[in-house]
């Protein structure tokens, strides 16, 4: 079964990665989780490649040995240490400008990725 999830793996991520490739984005990190049914059958269990489980980054700011901006959930991860909801002025506030930040780094993954904008 390790043979079969590893081959699986290997060929979902090499088709992502290039479709992501042409439109200008690289597949920093990613997960998949899977699973098999009561007949031994291997399932994908879970969501995979949005920007809750995997990193995308802008092929033409990406630099070595530089995190460069993202499409994914990193963008919480910055906001949400709780220094920065302090520096705030409620946190409330600080709430709003998570989600706001988020909802606007996963519509342009979305638009980068799929061609569909929000606005």
């Known amino acids: 079964m390790a043979n079969a999830v590893r081959k699986a793996t290997l060929a979902i991520y090499a088709w992502a990665a290039a479709y992501a490739a042409e439109r200008g984005v690289i597949i920093a990190d990613t997960k998949f ?24 980054w802008p092929a033409d700011e990406y630099q070595v040995g530089i995190s460069p901006p993202s499409y994914d959930k990193q963008f919480v991860r910055g906001l949400s240490r709780a220094d920065r909801l302090e520096q705030d002025a409620t946190r409330a506030e600080g709430a709003q400008n998570v989600i706001d930040g988020t909802a606007a780094k996963y519509a342009e993954a979305l638009d980068k990725l799929a061609g569909i904008r929000l606005d």
Do not use: A, C, K
């Not at 994908?44 to 490649?49: P, Q, R, Y």
């Open 33 to 56: 989780e899977f699973g098999t049914d009561e007949n031994g059958v291997l399932h994908i269990m879970d969501e995979m490649l949005t920007p809750d489980s995997s990193r995308f």
